[in-house]
């Protein structure tokens, strides 16, 4: 009976997954591709999220000199700007940023992890390993329903960055900082914003609607998130714009060779 039930199981996934998905344009890193979603009319990929941010997190032998190199970028849009923008991560200058009207912010915006834990969570966490652990937990516990199965509007799913940057050291001469994304293997627990995960619009329908599986993307999203902060650090050093990507095409689906 477990075996018949898990048969079903799998062929009920493949039949929205096991095809053959043709994206036609190379994956560039640092754009965002809710437009590339929206033009082809919610149809084989859905980016339906544009809330993109980072934690950055300093080692303690990180001194006043490299925070202050690194900089901020807080996404505030508007005339005043500026002045929430600096350093490396200077979303002004040295990024690709873009509106998100979800948010009311230009993304991708970055937090410091140090001043959230001490003016919002009051030095709850010992670090931000023990935020994120908290929030998976929350999430092991939530139902995900069979036809409402992303969860975005999730508050702890919202409250997980897409990366979190550790810098010990960076200058003139040296950019020392360690990168991670969300890697759990539950596609619900990441955002569909194209960092990590696409959805897929499945069953003929568009959008939302038909959003029932996603890709997840661990191992480009990592990439991407150190490749970020190269081409941010490149810029400000050099005032030269690099523009990187990867993609695989066709994309094909094997379902039944990974369970």
């Known amino acids: 009976m477990l075996a018949l039930v898990g048969q079903v199981g799998q062929d009920d996934v493949g039949s929205l997954v096991d095809h053959e998905i043709f994206i036609p344009i190379p994956y560039f890193f640092g754009f965002d591709y809710r437009p590339f979603s929206n033009l082809l009319g919610g149809q084989g990929i859905v980016v339906s999220n544009c809330d993109k941010w980072f934690y950055n997190d300093f ?3 990180a001194t006043e000199a490299t925070k202050t190199y690194w900089g901020t970028n807080t996404g505030d849009w508007g005339p005043g ?3 929430t923008n600096s350093g490396i991560i200077n979303g002004n200058k040295n990024l690709m940023s873009f509106p998100c009207s979800q948010v009311e912010k230009m993304t991708p915006y970055f937090k410091d992890w140090n001043q959230d834990n001490k ?9 931000v390993d023990a935020l994120l652990y908290e929030k998976l937990t929350n999430l092991a516990l939530t139902e995900i329903k069979y036809v409402d199965r992303n969860l975005d509007y999730n508050e702890d799913v919202k409250a997980m960055p897409d990366a979190v940057f550790t810098v010990n050291e960076a200058n003139e001469h040296r950019l020392d900082f360690d990168t991670k994304v969300n ?3 539950l596609w619900q627990y990441h ?7 696409i959805g897929l619009a499945s069953s003929g329908k568009k959008g939302e609607e038909g959003f029932h599986a996603a890709i997840l993307r661990i191992n480009e999203g990592n990439v991407e998130g150190t490749s970020l902060i190269n081409k941010a650090y490149i810029k400000h050093q050099f005032n030269t714009t690099v523009v990187t990507g990867m993609n695989q095409y066709p994309f094909k689906f094997d379902l039944p060779g990974v369970i």
């Open 59 to 61: 080692t303690k032998d």
């Open 191 to 197: 955002r569909s914003n194209g960092f990590t995960k």
């Open 183 to 185: 890697d759990h293997h």
């Open 119 to 127: 003016n919002i969570f009051y030095n709850k966490y010992e670090d």
């Open 81 to 83: 700007n500026s002045t």
